[in-house]
């Protein structure tokens, strides 16, 4: 009976044309428009050389130091600058046809001729000042100390950095925020099933549930067949989802394939127990429930930095607990927890939570609904 009733209702939901839009294409319709607005944000984010000239003069050739150092990080794969050698009418001409950001003449004093204040140009500006601080502080312990030149030399060469790496291997991406937190509000648009599955045993909420409340089934087995029907419905919405976000759209989860999926499937519980709850919570009709789920699921991802990048790291600095209690947030997190980093704790935590409300949520949905008892039907 239970395997019946599971199949005409995974049947019945398939014919709801309009929450199979909302649950599965609205998703993958925003996905698209994401990447057609972010896609200009990725590729200002990627790093190019700053086109640097300098005035190739006798000053030039005699600081070797300098122009050592200029050429050190004007050579590579990881280069800072396109050098271009040239003369100072040249380094003129270049500069304002903006061929350059800048160009660099040695005399006396090492100096920086921009024609605009920006991001390149203070990026000159720094190494400049790296060198000049650097030369001066050499100069200054020479003086004082000049058996310290060959100790001073290795140090310079070694270079030692005093920070190391720990969030993993993954390469920082700014705009996988919003693409997480799409599948996130994805995970919870999935309530629209639970919420259906409520109002489909709600004897005074259409002649459907009527029908249903009169039969010789018990309600709790009728519901159980039917929110197992809604999950599979919504997590193979979620599923084909992810696979147009990766195989489309390029989205990187990160190599934790398993762990992706299964933060997708306690999404879809979440999703479901939450539109359930809510369905029994609210009275009124099918309108104010829709309008209760659609506002606490764009208010979670509003507060997750699905609008607003920053918003998320202001809530995690200002008011943590709000992150906690923002289910939106938790699943944001998870993914990003399986992109970046290499231990487990934190996305436990994160799961843990989305299993407690869940517990909340069914448990709630329960104890609401159980004793309902109709006048007449």
């Known amino acids: 009976?239970?395997?019946?009733?599971?199949?005409?209702?995974?049947?019945?939901?398939?014919?709801?044309?309009?929450?199979?839009?909302?649950?599965?294409?609205?998703?993958?319709?925003l996905g698209v428009f994401f990447n057609m607005s972010l896609r200009n944000i990725i590729n200002s984010e990627t790093f190019h050389p700053v086109n640097?000239?300098?005035?190739?003069?006798?000053?030039?050739?005699?600081?070797?130091?300098?122009?050592?150092?200029?050429?050190?990080?004007?050579?590579?794969?990881?280069?800072?600058?396109?050098?271009t050698e040239t003369t100072k009418d040249n380094a003129e001409k270049l500069l304002s046809e903006e061929k350059i950001d800048g160009y660099i003449t040695v005399g006396t004093e090492i100096k920086m001729t921009v024609k605009k204040s920006d991001f390149n140009q203070s990026i000159i500006k720094s190494f400049l000042d790296s060198y000049l601080?650097?030369?001066?502080?050499?100069?200054?312990?020479l003086t004082t100390n000049p058996a310290a030149h060959s100790k001073l030399v290795e140090d310079l060469k070694l270079n030692a950095e005093y920070t190391r790496e720990v969030s993993?291997?993954?390469?920082?991406?700014?705009?996988?925020s919003y693409f997480y937190t799409l599948i996130a509000m994805a995970c919870l648009y999935g309530g629209f099933w639970g919420m259906k599955e409520v109002m489909d045993i709600q004897a005074n909420q259409s002649h459907r549930a009527a029908r249903v409340n009169l039969a010789p089934v018990h309600k709790l087995k009728t519901f159980l067949s039917g929110m197992l029907a809604s999950f599979v419905i919504s997590f193979t919405e979620i599923l084909v989802f992810l696979v147009f976000l990766r195989y489309c759209l390029n989205v990187d989860f990160g190599a934790k394939t398993a762990l992706v999926v299964f933060t997708s499937f306690v999404g879809c519980i979440t999703g479901l127990s939450l539109g359930a709850f809510i369905s029994a919570l609210v009275k009124s009709g099918e309108t104010m429930k829709i309008g209760v789920l659609i506002g606490i699921t764009m208010l979670g991802s509003f507060l997750a930095g699905m609008?607003?990048?920053?918003?998320?790291?202001?809530?995690?600095?200002?008011?943590?607990?709000?992150?906690?209690?923002?289910?939106v947030n938790l699943l944001t997190d998870?993914?990003?927890?399986?992109?970046?980093?290499?231990?487990?704790?934190?996305?436990?935590l994160n799961i843990g939570l989305l299993g407690v409300f869940v517990l909340v949520f069914c448990t709630g949905t329960y104890l609401i609904i159980r004793r309902q008892k109709y006048a007449s039907l």
Request: some cysteine.
């Open 307 to 327: 609008m607003y990048q920053n918003m998320k790291y202001l809530i995690d600095r200002y008011v943590p607990i709000v992150g906690y209690l923002n289910p």
């Open 334 to 348: 998870s993914y990003y927890c399986l992109y970046y980093y290499s231990t487990y704790s934190r996305y436990m």
């Open 133 to 141: 601080q650097t030369t001066s502080t050499v100069t200054s312990i």
């Open 52 to 83: 640097v000239a300098v005035v190739n003069d006798s000053e030039y050739q005699k600081n070797t130091e300098f122009r050592s150092a200029l050429k050190g990080v004007s050579e590579g794969k990881d280069r800072i600058f396109s050098l």
């Open 1 to 29: 009976m239970f395997a019946h009733i599971f199949l005409n209702r995974l049947k019945c939901l398939l014919r709801t044309k309009e929450l199979v839009f909302w649950t599965m294409l609205f998703p993958i319709l």
């Open 168 to 176: 993993g291997s993954a390469n920082p991406d700014s705009s996988l």
